[in-house]
């Protein structure tokens, strides 16, 4: 007989799981009977719960991306200016939460995924139009009309900074990654004085 309020706990276990699993190999060749037992599960549960190892993927593409939405939206809470929240943007890409080893292999991998899944695919594009979005709103006032093109180049260096670090083994540099975006940024501004 199933425990009652067991299937929450042991999806986050499993989704948790699989990002650590994907960090673990550093790419998306892991197998459910492997991040079932990284989560202390057998892979048949896990089968249950998600119904194959693409679900199992995008779910840990979902709450990835739901836990930096969440520092997102109370970084741009705590900034008064619009320069202070693209510099919110900026350092929530790259804190200590969002820019580990395996959350950096997973985005990377989420990037390969989303290439064959749709599913996948809808969330990578959700995931881009907020950061552009985002992004453009608050340099409207800083840049004007080159507003759209800043926020796209902001985004392209985050997510080349993503890729540079997938392709090393050291610990990423949090603050080293801050500083090459904002230099830009900063390069932006001046062109606007």
């Not at 990002?19 to 037992?37: C, M, P």
Request: proline content about 3%.
């Amino acid at each position: 007989m199933p425990k009652l309020g067991m299937e929450p706990i042991r999806r986050d276990a499993l989704v948790k799981a699989t990002i650590a699993e994907i960090g673990a190999i550093g790419t998306l060749d892991v197998t459910v009977s492997k991040i079932a037992r990284r989560a202390g599960m057998s892979s048949a549960l896990a089968h249950h719960y998600f119904g194959g190892k693409e679900q199992i993927l995008v779910a840990a593409m979902r709450y990835t991306m739901s836990v930096y939405a969440a520092e997102v939206r109370g970084a741009l809470t705590m900034a008064g200016t619009a320069q202070q929240r693209i510099e919110a943007i900026v350092r929530t890409s790259f804190s200590p939460r969002n820019f580990r080893r395996d959350t950096v292999a997973a985005w990377m991998n989420f990037y390969v995924l989303a290439q064959v899944a749709p599913e996948a695919r809808r969330l990578l594009m959700v995931y881009q139009r907020r950061l552009r979005s985002n992004l453009c709103y608050n340099l409207r006032p800083l840049v004007g009309a080159r507003a759209a093109a800043t926020a796209n180049r902001i985004a392209s260096l985050i997510d080349g900074v993503y890729l540079q670090q997938s392709l090393g083994r050291e610990t990423p540099d949090h603050e080293k990654a801050v500083e090459e975006v904002l230099g830009y940024f900063t390069l932006e501004l001046e062109k606007s004085n």
